[in-house]
Nanobody, 122 residues
Framework: VQLQASGGGLVQAGGSLRLSCAASGRTFSSLIMGWFRRAPGKEREFVATISWYGDSTYYSDSVKGRFTISRDNAKNTVYLEMKRLKPEDTAVYYC????????????????WGQGTQVTVSS
């Protein structure tokens, strides 16, 4: 499975961004998709995950209510809509694919994209 993330950039605090992650190499609907992030000097952090057909989602407490994960199986793409961004959301964001539902454990994801930088200025 190949994952290609895009959509990162520089935004002011309170602003919005939408990340996309295009997948190829396997039936997309057979994959659990997730987003993680890594800020400078910090450990990789779980952000959100979505079930095979998008009917179930799970978020970290730090983004719940501000971020929305969704997927379009016809386009083999998962999205992360980020609103009310804060400086502490600054990180490299990675999409990941696996087979374990509602997992926040990065070890349970088998495939990773290259990451896209999100920078939120104060």
């Amino acid at each position: 499975v190949q994952l290609q993330a895009s959509g990162g950039g520089l935004v002011q605090a309170g602003g919005s961004l939408r990340l996309s992650c295009a997948a190829s190499g396997r039936t997309f609907s057979s994959l659990i998709m997730g987003w993680f992030r890594r800020a400078p000097g910090k450990e990789r952090e779980f952000v959100a995950t979505i079930s095979w057909y998008g009917d179930s989602t799970y978020y970290s407490d730090s983004v719940k209510g501000r971020f929305t994960i969704s997927r379009d199986n016809a386009k083999n793409t998962v999205y992360l809509e980020m609103k009310r961004l804060k400086p502490e959301d600054t990180a490299v964001y990675y999409c990941a694919a696996g087979t374990t539902l509602h997992s926040s454990n990065y070890r349970l994801y088998d495939y990773w994209g290259q990451g896209t930088q999100v920078t939120v200025s104060s």
